[in-house]
């Protein structure tokens, strides 16, 4: 069956760097767009960063773009989301997901199956 297990979290201080790995079985990754999103408490589920499974293209919401990079391996079914120059409102709890054909790549509904999540957090 197909899941997705997020690692990689933890409570960093401002300025640091965090990788997120998510691990998928039971598909091939790599033939599906993949997605990462957070929440924070009382939030609603954010869009983070998208890889795109034709040409391994990426897309990142402005929060995230300049400071994260999403990437993939292959050979180890798994996707990254390497973050730099983490603030404290990047805390969040971060999941990664795998999307559906069609729709938006920054609607949490266009997305099927999720992992469990993992807390990242930032202090000041």
């Known amino acids: 069956q197909v899941q997705l297990v997020e690692s990689g979290g933890g409570l960093v201080q401002a300025g640091d760097s965090l990788r997120l790995s998510c691990a998928a079985s039971g598909f091939i990754s790599s033939n599906f767009n993949m997605g990462w999103f957070r929440q924070a408490p009382g939030k609603e589920r954010e869009f983070v960063a998208a890889?795109?499974?034709?040409?391994?293209?990426?897309y990142y919401s402005d929060s995230a773009k300049d400071r994260f990079t999403m990437s993939r391996d292959n050979a180890k079914n798994t996707v990254y989301l390497q973050m730099n120059s983490l603030k404290p409102e990047d805390t969040a709890v971060y999941y990664c997901?795998?999307?559906?054909?069609?729709?938006?790549?920054?609607?949490?509904?266009?997305?099927?199956?999720w992992g469990q999540g993992t807390q990242v957090t930032v202090s000041s």
């Open positions: 890889i795109f499974r034709i040409s391994d293209s990426t």
């Open positions: 997901a795998r999307k559906n054909i069609g729709g938006s790549v920054r609607n949490p509904r266009d997305y099927a199956y």
